[in-house]
């Protein structure tokens, strides 16, 4: 199956600060996802992103899909950023969501 | 977005016992599917059903089953729980010719 990637597996912020989070997957995919794990467990969807750049306030995720990875930009950080981040990807062809490991995200007051 | 809903949000019960937990969406999405997920770790696909009368295992086994008898509910059963049942347990809703899956909040399972 396919294989996903996610970078660091984990990080520490201070407030204010800026950081990328990253995704490699192994093969070519038709459907990329970023979620965010809130500490009560739920999934919130950010971003639907199989190629191209998209920006929702603070957050922005760019995605190549011709060298198979994708980022996931957070600027001027608060501690509501605090998480679990997931990318997931649909093998093209294929229907069923892989997920990588999380990038856990701890943003200090 | 779609609203899905889960039932319990938090269930803790003995070994043995036979449990459902309870997927309800509310946006008529074909799609549904259950994922398991350790604290912290990555989800596990465990099963999905791309309409009524359809069900499939996905990419982990699990003792559990599932039911799609109506499009906007699809419950999952456990007949005798284990503590290694332990688990969250994620379901999901995808509209057919859409692309995204949307979470319901999750139900936290503890088995004593």
């Known amino acids: 199956g396919i294989q996903v990637e996610q970078s660091p597996p984990d990080l520490i912020l201070q407030e204010g600060a800026n950081s990328t989070l990253r995704c490699n997957f192994s093969?070519?995919?038709?459907?990329l996802q970023w979620f965010h794990q809130n500490p009560w467990g739920q999934l919130i969807n950010l971003f639907y992103?199989?190629?191209g750049t998209k920006q929702n306030g603070r957050l922005s995720a760019t995605t190549v899909a011709t060298e198979r990875y994708s980022l996931l930009y957070i600027s001027s950080s608060q501690t509501t950023d605090s998480g679990v981040y997931f990318c997931?990807?649909?093998?093209?062809?294929?229907?069923?969501?892989?997920f990588g490991g999380g990038t856990r995200v701890l943003v200090k007051p | 977005e779609a609203d899905i809903y889960q039932t319990p949000r938090y269930l803790v019960i003995g070994t043995g016992k036979k449990i459902t937990l309870e997927c309800s969406q509310t946006?008529?999405?074909?799609?549904m599917y259950w994922y398991q997920q350790d604290p912290g770790m990555e989800l596990h696909l465990i099963h999905y059903?791309?309409?009524?009368?359809?069900?499939e295992k996905g990419d982990l086994s699990s003792e559990s089953t599932v039911s799609r008898i109506r499009t906007e509910h699809f419950p999952l059963t456990l007949e005798s729980a284990r503590p290694s049942h332990t688990s969250q347990y994620l379901c999901?809703?995808?509209?057919?010719?859409?692309?995204?899956?949307?979470f319901g909040p999750g139900t936290r399972l503890t088995v004593t």
């Open positions: 093969d070519s995919v038709n459907n």
């Open positions: 946006m008529g999405h074909d799609k």
């Open positions: 992103i199989p190629s």
């Open positions: 997931a990807v649909v093998k093209a062809a294929g229907n069923k969501l892989t």
């Open positions: 999901a809703s995808q509209g057919l010719g859409l692309y995204e899956q949307y």
């Open positions: 059903s791309y309409g009524v009368n359809s069900t």
